[in-house]
């Protein structure tokens, strides 16, 4: 059976309910679709990852990846399933039919890639990656690069990677050291030499031939980010006419044994090592980081799709087994024998942790991909610009805040489960450490807190921040009197408030005392993510409240009338997460922001 139980009715409603679908399929880009084929789409994916690309999951976990000769060996697993997931166009969904995508919103497609996400993430992460790196030769590459390797990399005949990190080079992706010199009288060609290391999907067994997006810097270019290029440097040269011919001297010298992602082939890459090995500059020379940047900041939108897929399959799971295990006696009759463990006050509320986090983020994403869609296909362009600067201001919450606690629900999971969780006897064991790695890669979750307080918070003057809290305090301010829902907006709006008097707090210390502000970079990031979660479960509360109001004259549904009907649990189910979320953590802000502000220092103080 598969592990993946996929809550397709809860995308729907985000897709349908709470975002404004039919303002994305007015646009021109998407005029072509209407619901209906959005449902198809998504509905066929789902099935997809539950029924094949789920069962490629643990098999790829126990079996691995391994070197071979400067070759990796993929889980002999991933084959049959690869070429199924080329036939579906499963690679590039949302990319330019032209080079052979779908041109599916993200809106869409964003569910599917948490259903992909979900049944095999260590699988999944090709797909992702090749997409991400055909996608920079198609926005920034010549018309000859873009014909000699997008629609391969599309397709899935290739794959594609991001070759930043080095091994000075982490975090400062600055000091890499990987240099191009040119080829004589061959414009734009390059001769690559350096080692990468950490680079998923440097190869694997399904890739006829692989094409690395390599950052690197040109002789007498200006060190640190300033000086760097971008190359796409194929594993078996490409000609003018498209073949893959000879080697091109890029070999995997060793992979990483690593705690999660077993499938996904993490490679130290040699350019150059044993010969000339040829790149092609990417569009301008000394522009590879802005570039890189677009598929960086895909990827981290990437991130928090993992984060939120394992979140949802742990809650899944767990609240499956809690339903059917039996421990110890229910409170109320203490003399009545064992009961199953979804009856204990505790379990539940492990459970419900575990669901306001995995769909308040999941609606986190649907809202961010629109913004993404909208900003590229909307025609008024001071609308555009806005969706713009909203999805870069909420893309470090994504990343960071959806991969930490998609973690901390899997651990929930695991706890739910007692010591079967622990075991391998179910995939709760593999998803929490499946998951660990999103909040290090595409840069580190602390790394994100500084990008949102030094970048995101400072962006316009620090009016695309105030932008989204007057938002916020309208909405509160206009849902007040939604019936039921008082002390939710209540507490929505004063963590709103605490919110602006951190964001004041932090420009008002951060330029006489930078570390004293920064410390408080990864504690404002949470604040932002638990407000953005909260927003997000109110919204679905109160469309869930007006839905029951119209059905059946009021919001509050008797426990039998939930136990008989599927859509009223569903909407009432909304309703209590929300609750549940405003007492348990946005009731927390005013607390959390006055230790923000009070100026302690321990951290700086102490010697280590
Ligand atoms: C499984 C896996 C897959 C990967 N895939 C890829 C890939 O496909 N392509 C690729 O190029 N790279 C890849 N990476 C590399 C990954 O992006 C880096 O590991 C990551 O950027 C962090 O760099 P580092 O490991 O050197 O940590 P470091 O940069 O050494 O950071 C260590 C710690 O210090 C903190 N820190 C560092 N600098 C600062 C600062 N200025 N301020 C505050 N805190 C700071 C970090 O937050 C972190 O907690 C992968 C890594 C792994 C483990």
Redesign the pocket.
Known sequence: MSHLFFDTRDWKFILHDQLDLDALLATKPYREFDRETCDGVFEQAVRFAVDRMAAVNGPGDREGCRAENGRVVTPACFEPVWKEVREGGWIAPTRDPEFGGMGLPFTVTAGVAEAFSAAAQAFYMYAG?TSGAAHLIETFGNADLKKRFVAKMYGGEWGG?????EPQ????VGDLTTSATPVDGEDGAYLIEGT??????GDASFYGNVVHLVLARRKGDPAGTKGISLFAVPRLDVGPDGKAGAFNNVSVTRI?E?MG?HG?A?CQMAFGGDGPCRGYLVGEPCSGLPYMFQMMNEARIMCGVQGIALANAAFQQAVRYAAERKQGPDLENLGGGSVEIIRHPDVRRNLLFMKAWAEGTRALLGQSAWWADMAAACEDAELAAKYQDLLELVTPVIKAYSTDKGFRVTELGIQIFGGYGYTQEYPLEQYMRDAK?AS????????QA?DLVGRKMRMKGGAVFMTYVMELASFVEANKDVPGLGGVLEKLGRAQQALGEVAFWMQSNGRANVKLAMLQATPFLELLGDIMNGHMLTQQAIIATKKLIAMRGSAEVERAAREDDAELAFLAGKIDTARFFATEVLAFAGAKARAMTSGDTAALDMVF
């Open positions: 990656l990677t991001m070759c930043l990190t080079a982490g975090s400062a990468k290391i950490f680079i998923s999907g990483e690593k992602i996904s993490t790695i290090l890669y595409e840069g580190t979750n602390g790394i500084l």
